[in-house]
């Protein structure tokens, strides 16, 4: 009932820049929390950066002052600013919505998209 379609990943030089987004659609009411997840290869989903409906926000240290989580309620889409890339940064990136339907609360994952950083 509800889609999530991701766009922005691929390949970026170190110290490059890619914009992730991640739009909703479907009979949403409400979306609450929102987030960025990744899985390296043979490493477990990790969670990258969150932003509450209040846009309070929350980084992994790994992360931080690199990349910022944004999300435009209207356009029910949330966004991933990742700068100052890093080799390790390298993974599947997977975003998260939860909120609510006129029918009850969702919980819903987009298909991932590949970031690779290498030179």
């Known amino acids: 009932q509800v889609q999530l379609v991701e766009s922005g990943g691929g390949l970026v030089q170190p110290g490059g820049s890619l914009r992730l987004s991640c739009a909703a659609s479907g009979s949403i009411f409400r979306i609450n929390a929102m987030g960025w997840y990744r899985q390296a290869p043979g490493k477990q989903r990790e969670l990258v950066a969150a932003?509450?409906?209040?846009?309070?926000?929350d980084y992994a240290d790994s992360v931080k002052g690199r990349f910022t989580i944004s999300r435009d309620n209207a356009k029910k889409t949330v966004y991933l600013q990742m700068n100052s890339l890093k080799p390790e940064d390298t993974a599947v990136y997977y975003c998260n919505i939860k909120g609510t339907l006129w029918t009850g609360g969702f919980d819903s994952w987009g298909q991932g998209t590949q970031v690779t950083v290498s030179s």
């Open positions: 932003i509450t409906s209040g846009g309070s926000t």
